[in-house]
């Protein structure tokens, strides 16, 4: 599915790039032709204009009078030899009227982008007229086009990846879901037995201590079916003393820790009540300090810090392991990264989609150093 996913962002970003150039080359092409077209236009317009002055008073003026007055698309700009403003044809004459300086900053602007036609006006006395022209409109909004064009195309592309995205995170939480309630139901029928056997062995005094022992096993057992079948389904919340709930699990993990393993649990509160899902808070908790347990390899020191703040709780899991990568402090909580030999690389994900899904709280690498240690955030908000 993910190699399915990069291959329609290939596919569709080559579809866009191909769109935007065709686009920028078809519409470059279509305004070089516009705009000679609208220098001739201008030509005609100037050439009319001369015949207007040249003409006698029986001529037929009837063509240069049609030419000079069609002109209604065209920004021209009417100056003498001096740069003197004469005239002006389709510009904004309320704004002409507003700001004295307008025709003055559109006669800069024309100058920049073409070169003036001159109009000789007296012969005789050497005079001349200089007529300056701007695009028209069409041609303005033709250039525009292939960046209007080139957001909608990346809107298309941005709605198009973030729904393949979606679908491929709906398909990856069914596998999951699916994984864990088959998980759950195979670990059932055995536990059933295990049951049975354990109050066989109980008919026994002298299988008193492993009784015990296998009891703690099973129920164990029966709590990690109960996390399994809780996945996809939204848990209940139930106001209990975190920091008593976090003191068994730390109780739980120290029994089965290394010797040379230090687990401490320090809290500004006694007690402190917070909304969560026992059973799935546990396995969050208990995820974190497995994971401190293989980074530290045998020896080191853990500390659970719990600290009550106005608005949340802050739980706070360090180690003195091997540290993480700051690359790797997102990548931890991916599906499949694992940097141990066994395992499938899900415990870190599902406990943050625990955390922030199932208790709109955040699990995230609060710090970490290579060698010295990694500490975890639980945020878990009043």
Known sequence: MFKQYIGWKFVLASIAVLIIGTTIWFVSNLSRNIQEEERKKVATWVEANRELLRAGSEANLNLAVDIVTNNTTIPLILTDETGKILDSRNLDSLRIMQDPNFLRNELQAFKKQHPPFIMEVDSRQKMYNYIYYG??????????????????????????????????RATQNQVWVGLAKETAHQLGTPLSSMEAWLEILRDNEANATIVTELSKDVD????????????????????KDIVAQIENMANYIRKRAPQKVVLTVHSSEEELPAMFSPPLFDWVVENLLKNALDAMEGKGKIDITIENHPTFITIDVADTGKGIPKLSFEKVFKPGFSTKKRGWGLGLSLAKRIIEEYHRGRLYVKSSEINKGTTFRILLRK
Request: aromatic letters at 12%.
């Open 135 to 168: 695009d028209s409109l069409i041609l303005r909004q033709i250039r525009y086009y292939p960046y209007i064009q080139l957001i909608v195309v990346t809107l298309f592309i941005a709605i198009v990846l973030f729904a393949l995205s979606s679908t491929n």
């Open 220 to 239: 164990r057992l029966k709590l990690i079916t109960d996390r399994f079948s809780k996945i996809g389904s939204v848990p209940k919340l139930e106001e």
